[in-house]
Each structure stands twice: as C-alpha cells, then as structure tokens.
C-alpha cells in the first residue's frame, strides 16, 4: 500500500525547476507532502485534499488527481534552502494512518 | 511547548535485549505514530493510537509492542532486539481533524 514516488533522486542548479510525483493504486482521500533535511525530523509542508483545490505556498505547490490517485509537488525557481529528501504520504480515509512512500532526494546545486 | 519528545536520542542493544522508546507530546494531541527509517525504504509504520487505550498495527508491526494509557505518553517496546531493527525510529502526533503530523527529532537505535 506504500505509495510510489518517482523520480528517486534530482540534482538540479539553483533556479531551476522540479516536479516530484506520487501515485497510489487504491483510492485515496488526502496526500500530504513532507520535507526532510539530512538528520533532521520530517516537516510538513502542505495536504492535498480529495476535492479540494491545487495548494502552494511561496514557490512550492502541489496538485491531487483523484481520478489517478496522483499527486505532484513542484518546485519552482529552486533554491539551495529546498534540498533534502521529500515524501509523500497518503490517507485512505479522514483521519486515518498515514503511510508514506520512499522518498525522492533533491539535490540543489549553485 | 516541547511538541513531540523522544528520549533517547540514541541506543546500542545487543541482540536479544529488550528496550522501551519513549515518545511524548503536548499538545493534546489525539492520534500518535510509530515510525522507522531505513535507507531506501522512506517512512514506514509501526504501530499508531487514535487515543488512550486504542492502538493498531501499522506496515512493519513484527518486532515491536506498544501501548497508550495517557493521551500524551506512546512507548514503543521491543521484546527481543535483532539486528534487522537497527534504524531511525520517529515518533509523531496530530489532532484529530487536523492535517498537520509533527515529528519527534527521532531515535537512533543500534542492534549488534
């Protein structure tokens, strides 16, 4: 049940663009998005709704197709700051367990 | 508030040994989480409690015993420690009806 997240890892230089994808094969009712810094906790960054509209903040926002049960997070003008390793994590139900996928590790570079 | 604490922040068992992870919060928080991180595998769930005296198993429950009998308090024990349970283990918490999840800083535990 573990959702998929792909591309595994992204090096790209500042300014840059990137799209981080997250599918699952059952269907869902929310998608959060997580950041992680390298030997820090997980942060949360936005939740995707089903039915709910396109979130973002600053540079970052994200979209939930709940006909494909996919979610993408872009990243818009990368800067050093977004390096770390993003995950998704998929609720199957309001308030249910989250299970997260295995992470995709972005690498900005000057 | 101290949000989400995990003591000890690391650990060396030998294999065999037994050890309880402690996880508090507060923030009143309703829902709490066991999670573990190994390399390559991202995130994986434990065991979670959607309040006092409720808990379920999560992906990865073998291994591992947990128990809530205060809302801010989630242990997480390990009955007889193996080397496959060398990892990073996270505890988190929300509240019910609320989408954000906060993390402890984690736990870094070593099975020789």
């Known amino acids: 049940q573990q959702p998929v997240q792909s591309p595994q890892a992204v090096i790209l230089r500042e300014g840059e663009d990137a799209v981080i994808n997250c599918s699952s094969s059952k269907a869902l009712y929310s998608v959060h998005w997580y950041r992680q810094k390298h030997g820090e906790a997980p942060v949360f960054l936005m939740i995707?709704?089903?039915?709910?509209e396109q979130k973002g903040h600053d540079k970052i926002s994200a979209s939930f197709n709940e006909k494909k049960q996919q979610s993408s997070l872009y990243l818009t003008a990368s800067q050093l700051s977004y390096s770390g390793t993003y995950f998704c994590?998929?609720?199957?139900?309001?308030?249910?367990?989250?299970?997260f996928g295995k992470g995709t590790r972005l690498h900005i570079l000057p | 508030n101290a949000g989400v604490t995990q003591t000890p922040k690391f650990q060396v068992l030998k294999t065999g040994q037994s050890m309880t992870l402690q996880c508090a919060q507060d923030m009143n928080h309703e829902y709490m989480s066991w999670y573990r991180q190994d390399p390559g595998m991202g995130l994986r769930l434990i065991h979670y409690s959607v309040g006092a005296g409720i808990t379920d198993q999560g992906e990865v429950p073998n291994g591992y015993n947990v128990s809530r009998s205060t809302t801010e308090d989630f242990p997480l024990r390990l009955l007889s420690a193996a080397p496959s349970q060398t990892s990073v283990y996270f505890c988190?918490?929300?509240?019910?009806?609320?989408?954000?999840?906060?993390f402890g800083p984690g736990t870094r535990l070593t099975v020789l």
């Open positions: 988190a918490s929300r509240r019910v009806g609320y989408n954000e999840q906060f």
């Open positions: 995707l709704l089903k039915g709910g």
């Open positions: 994590g998929t609720e199957r139900r309001r308030d249910d367990k989250i299970i």
